[in-house]
């Protein structure tokens, strides 16, 4: 299972929040580029990547660090903002390799299906939940949709593959949501995990549910890479 480090861009920086909360905001470096580079030579051959400011303006602000990003070297997959057919190309142009739809697929899932038709399994969704409900706009909205039933609707969809992100343990380093993950993997969708991840131990459980339940391939981890509570050296490059 491969373990994918993630580079948060707000106002041209890289920051994590804590339960998507913008006003807990801790800044790494003033440099995305720079810690791309440091992943890719660690191991990393795919970054996850957010806008942090387009996920919550739907208005992508950061297209030029991305570009800079991408010249890293691994390949991207990047969210936020990504509300229409001329954004996602502008994504793919400033050197995504698949994007990551979020709030318009829950408000707008016309464009879902319209990138999907051109795009396939370069189209991924994002899958943000607080109380295994489906948030959107950068996790500020709540919605009345239960995540598994929302990925049910994805699969139906052809949405080959998802992001499920549990809001309310990202930044926490306090485990990952293996409830959560089992009920979206029961619909048969392709899952990347995030959220939570912040020693082996937590990783050691994710590779238990993966051996049990076929279709997790990777987990997204943040914080605990930047603050020391993983090593890179150790989890990035493999599988």
Same mark, same amino acid.
Request: hydrophobic share 45%.
């Given at each position: 299972?491969?373990?994918?480090?993630?580079?948060?861009?707000?106002?041209?920086?890289?920051?994590?929040?804590?339960?998507?909360?913008?006003?807990?905001? =801790?800044?790494?470096?003033?440099?995305?580029?720079?810690?791309?580079?440091?992943?890719?030579?660690?191991?990393?051959?795919?970054?996850? $990547?957010?806008?942090?400011?387009?996920?919550? =303006?739907?208005?992508?602000?950061?297209?030029?660090?991305?570009?800079?990003?991408?010249?890293?070297?691994?390949?991207?997959?990047?969210?936020?903002?990504?509300? %229409?057919?001329?954004?996602?190309?502008?994504?793919?142009?400033?050197?995504?390799?698949?994007?990551?739809?979020? =709030?318009?697929?829950?408000?707008?899932?016309?464009?879902?299906?319209?990138?999907?038709?051109?795009?396939?399994?370069? +189209? %991924?969704?994002? $899958?943000?939940?607080?109380?295994?409900?489906?948030?959107?706009?950068?996790?500020? !909205?709540? !919605?009345?949709?239960?995540?598994?039933?929302?990925?049910?609707?994805?699969?139906?969809?052809? +949405?080959?593959?998802?992001?499920?992100?549990?809001?309310?343990?990202?930044?926490?380093? %306090?485990?990952?949501?293996?409830?959560?993950?089992?009920?979206?993997?029961? !619909?048969?969708?392709?899952?990347?995990?995030?959220?939570?991840?912040?020693?082996?131990?937590?990783?050691?459980?994710?590779?238990?549910?993966?051996?049990?339940?076929?279709?997790?391939?990777? $987990?997204?981890?943040?914080?605990?890479?930047?603050?020391?509570?993983?090593?890179?050296?150790?989890?990035?490059?493999?599988?």
């Amino acid at each position: 299972m491969r373990v994918i480090p993630a580079i948060d861009i707000r106002g041209g920086r890289c920051v994590r929040l804590t339960r998507g909360d913008f006003a807990r905001e =801790t800044e790494f470096s003033d440099d995305p580029a720079a810690v791309a580079r440091q992943w890719v030579k660690w191991g990393a051959e795919l970054i996850h $990547v957010v806008d942090l400011d387009g996920a919550r =303006t739907g208005h992508m602000g950061n297209l030029r660090v991305i570009s800079r990003v991408a010249e890293a070297g691994a390949l991207l997959q990047v969210g936020g903002g990504i509300r %229409s057919r001329r954004a996602a190309e502008r994504m793919f142009d400033a050197g995504a390799h698949r994007i990551i739809l979020g =709030t318009a697929a829950v408000k707008r899932p016309e464009i879902l299906q319209e990138l999907l038709s051109e795009f396939g399994c370069r +189209v %991924s969704v994002g $899958v943000d939940c607080r109380a295994r409900r489906v948030a959107v706009e950068g996790w500020q !909205t709540d !919605t009345h949709l239960r995540a598994r039933d929302f990925c049910q609707d994805l699969v139906d969809m052809g +949405v080959k593959r998802v992001i499920v992100t549990d809001i309310d343990r990202d930044g926490m380093l %306090s485990g990952p949501n293996l409830q959560l993950l089992s009920e979206v993997l029961s !619909t048969g969708v392709r899952v990347i995990a995030s959220g939570g991840v912040g020693a082996p131990e937590h990783l050691e459980a994710l590779g238990v549910l993966a051996r049990r339940a076929d279709g997790l391939e990777g $987990v997204i981890v943040g914080r605990a890479l930047y603050d020391g509570s993983l090593s890179p050296e150790a989890v990035l490059g493999g599988d």
